[in-house]
């Protein structure tokens, strides 16, 4: 016998209903951290547009910090808890392998039974998840999904380390997506290049920790110069596929809203996509700092509550990091 399997009832279009953030507590200066590592405010200010970067406190873990966001991203969506039915997390610095922090953040926040999965791909994980959200919603596999990039990179790093941790704040970045009349999310442009995974590094694996204890906590290691060629000159164009692939040019563009990785990395992408003057970049990370994941909704709140963007812009996001990874896509801002 033939049987005829209903699928899923899709939907048109899906947008972005309502974004939340949370910083960590902690203002720290470039003083407070420049001895160990030889520098100064100055450098870290010319090299990386970095004045204070947000850590959290030892009490504070990710999945605090993901509740604060989330909570403050439904209200701004108008949504309460039990209307999520998919929470994503993306992060590289919750501590458990299993249970998902997803399934605990569902819970915490009310929003139990719904799906929840994490996901791990650093600073890209944020615009990930975004297109795993559209996909979901269009596909009409979920309705309402939370989507949170949340890390507290302060546990990874080492005072004395030139290379990264100075960079390094602690935060979450929450936004709700759903059903839309009209498109809101454009196709999601995204990749890997596993062969430079070592740019930027775990120092060693838990298992290496196991079996040799004197070789400490790890923590995170880049190749400064590397990453910075790549993220300057060929991530760029990842972006202007994003752009094409919704049918978009930089003249359409409101808010362009990067990966919050170095001032000059910034700088550098507005130029190569030959955005108009007029277009508002997103630059948290002079007062927040790198925080992976997080550093793209953090951005886009900061716009938007400071009313440098508003509710109907077009914003072109990109994340870009460890993997190597990237994704990029074009959005109205809810
Ligand atoms: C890390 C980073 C800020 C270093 O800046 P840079 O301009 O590339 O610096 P370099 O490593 O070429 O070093 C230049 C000089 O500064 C010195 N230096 C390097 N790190 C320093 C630090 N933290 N403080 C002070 N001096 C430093 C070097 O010793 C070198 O000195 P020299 O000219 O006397 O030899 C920069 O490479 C960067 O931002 N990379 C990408 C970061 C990133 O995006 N990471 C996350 C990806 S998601």
Request: net charge negative; glycine share 10%.
């Amino acid at each position: 016998m033939t049987v005829q399997l209903k699928q899923a009832e899709p939907v048109a279009f899906s947008r972005i209903l309502g974004i939340g953030a949370e910083r960590g507590e902690n203002v720290v200066t470039n003083d407070d951290i420049a001895g160990p590592i030889d520098s100064s405010d100055e450098w870290i200010r010319q090299r990386t547009g970095i004045v204070t970067r947000r850590r959290a406190g030892a009490d504070r873990d990710v999945i605090d910090l993901a509740e604060a966001a989330s909570l403050k991203a439904l209200a701004a969506a108008g949504l309460t808890p039990d209307q999520i039915d998919t929470v994503i997390v993306s992060t590289v610095t919750y501590f458990a392998q299993t249970p998902s922090a997803a399934a605990i953040l569902a819970d915490r926040i009310g929003a139990n039974p719904a799906a929840s999965f994490d996901i791990s791909a650093a600073c890209a994980g944020y615009c990930y998840a975004i297109g795993q959200a559209d996909a979901l919603v269009r596909s009409g596999t979920a309705r309402h999904v939370l989507v949170v990039g949340a890390e507290k990179l302060s546990d990874f790093i080492d005072p004395t380390d030139r290379s990264i941790s100075f960079l390094l704040g602690d935060g979450a970045g929450a936004a709700v997506v759903g059903p839309s009349d009209t498109p809101g999310i454009g196709p999601t442009v995204w990749g890997s290049d596993g062969s430079k995974a070592t740019t930027i590094r775990q120092t060693h694996a838990w298992s290496q920790l196991r079996e040799d204890p004197s070789l400490g906590w790890p923590t995170l290691r880049q190749d400064g110069p590397t990453v910075f060629k790549w993220a300057s000159f060929q991530v760029g164009k990842f972006a202007q596929e994003a752009m094409d692939a919704a049918g978009v040019g930089p003249q359409d563009i409101d808010v362009f809203v990067p990966h919050q990785a170095n001032m000059r990395i910034i700088d550098q992408m507005v130029k190569q996509l030959k955005l108009p003057e007029d277009v508002v970049v997103g630059r948290d990370i002079a007062d927040t700092g790198n925080t992976s994941a997080a550093s793209v909704p953090l951005a886009i709140e900061r716009l938007l509550a400071e009313g440098q963007a508003k509710s109907g812009d077009v914003a072109l996001q990109i994340g870009f990091g460890a993997g190597l990874v990237y994704a990029a896509q074009v959005v109205v801002l809810p």
